[in-house]
Each structure stands twice: as structure tokens, then as C-alpha cells.
T-cell receptor, first 113, second 112 residues
Framework: AQSVSQHNHHVILSEAASLELGCNYSYGGTVNLFWYVQYPGQHLQLLLKYFSGDPLVKGIKGFEAEFIKSKFSFNLRKPSVQWSDTAEYFCAGRSGNTGKLIFGQGTTLQVKP | NAGVTQTPKFQVLKTGQSMTLQCAQDMNHNSMYWYRQDPGMGLRLIYYSASEGTTDKGEVPNGYNVSRLNKREFSLRLESAAPSQTSVYFC???????????FGPGTRLTVL
């Protein structure tokens, strides 16, 4: 079955630390991959997406992600986190153009000032 | 331009009661979706509508029904609520099923 898994459930960092959140998917064929963020009390917002082309994708607020097909991975990175990055982060994927997004379990990021 | 709106924001039901969650989008999107979010499980797709007049089951459709009322509106109905349906429900929309999805603010539902 298709699945998306996130390795870290809860991450605590100090401001200015570097961030990497893991995401792996388990299906083949054409894949579309996404990272969404949910700030406390708010709805999900798209951080970045990968459909095709350059495997290094840059998103909003200084986030980036790298699609590594051989590892079935799409890890999210940020060189220097800020307190305002405290949120829950979701990796999601789908096969081809179907509307069926599969979400990972989510990672709660807490950034200490 | 409000994006995706959902009503109500909060709801408490007793087991066996029914209710309808409303969702509307003003972005002229063709596709709409209903998800539920549970701790430690991410979001799971309940139903979706690829275009007006069509609906399809997602990952967890049991206990729910949907109606794509028109291009703007997509409602989710619980005919006989159960405690297992306590969750946060999100509606989303996209230009088509191949595009990124935009999410509403969510409805927090508690079934006692």
C-alpha cells in the first residue's frame, strides 16, 4: 500500500540551529511530494512541492527539500530556524495526478528562543 | 477572497446524532476534499470530488457521506455519529486533482 512516513515525531531545537526533517514514501511511478506546515491554531499551508525537474526545491520562509529517488526520500531542511518556525510539519505525497494525498504522521517542531 | 471556509468551527454531538459539515471555496477550483486529522496519524482522506457532479471514496470513508452541491460547496455528513469520529475535519480544494491543495481552518468535532 502507498504510504508516507516521517521519522521524527517531536523535535526541539534552539534558535539558529539547523533543521532536517525526514520523509520517506513507499510507492513508485510518477510522484508528487509536498511539505505542509500548520502553525498553532491555524490551517495547513503549503511550504513547498515537488512535481518534476530539479530535485532541490526551494519553498517559502527559507525552507528547502531534496527529492532523492533512489532513497524514496523528500527531507525538509532549513539552515537556521527561528522561534516563529514552531509548528507541526506534514509531508504528503501522491502517485501521479490522483487527488489522493497520503500524509505522514506529522512532526512537531518546537524552537526555543 | 476568503479561500476555503468551513462551518462550524466547533461542534459537540452525542452518539447517534447526525450533522453536516459545510465547506465552500471561492477560488473557482474544480476539486474538493475532506480529511480528518487525528493525533499521531496525520491527515487521512475521507472523500473527494474531482469535479462537480463526482465523488469518490478516500482512505477512511466509512460512517460518512458527501454531497458536491455545486462547484463552490462540498458538504460532509455524519448520519449517526460515533465517538471514533471525534476529530478535526479539514476541507481542501485544488484547481484539479493534479494541483496543490488549499486547506480550510478546520472543524473540531467531539462525539460524546
Amino acid at each position: 500500500a502507498q504510504s508516507v512516513s516521517q521519522h521524527n515525531h517531536h523535535v526541539i531545537l534552539s534558535e539558529a540551529a539547523s533543521l532536517e526533517l525526514g520523509c520517506n514514501y513507499s510507492y513508485g511511478g510518477t510522484v508528487n511530494l509536498f511539505w505542509y506546515v500548520q502553525y498553532p491554531g491555524q490551517h495547513l499551508q503549503l511550504l513547498l512541492k515537488y512535481f518534476s525537474g530539479d530535485p532541490l526545491v526551494k519553498g517559502i520562509k527559507g525552507f528547502e527539500a531534496e527529492f532523492i529517488k533512489s532513497k524514496f526520500s523528500f527531507n525538509l531542511r532549513k539552515p537556521s530556524v527561528q522561534w516563529s518556525d514552531t509548528a507541526e510539519y506534514f509531508c504528503a505525497g501522491r502517485s501521479g495526478n490522483t487527488g489522493k494525498l497520503i500524509f505522514g504522521q506529522g512532526t512537531t517542531l518546537q524552537v526555543k528562543p | 477572497n476568503a479561500g476555503v471556509t468551513q462551518t462550524p468551527k466547533f461542534q459537540v454531538l452525542k452518539t447517534g446524532q447526525s450533522m453536516t459539515l459545510q465547506c465552500a471555496q471561492d477560488m473557482n477550483h474544480n476539486s474538493m476534499y475532506w480529511y480528518r486529522q487525528d493525533p499521531g496519524m496525520g491527515l487521512r482522506l475521507i472523500y473527494y470530488s474531482a469535479s462537480e457532479g463526482t465523488t469518490d471514496k478516500g482512505e477512511v470513508p466509512n460512517g460518512y457521506n458527501v454531497s458536491r452541491l455545486n462547484k463552490r460547496e462540498f458538504s460532509l455528513r455524519l448520519e449517526s455519529a460515533a465517538p471514533s469520529q471525534t476529530s478535526v475535519y479539514f476541507c481542501a480544494s485544488s484547481v484539479s486533482t493534479g494541483n496543490e491543495q488549499f486547506f480550510g481552518p478546520g472543524t473540531r468535532l467531539t462525539v460524546l
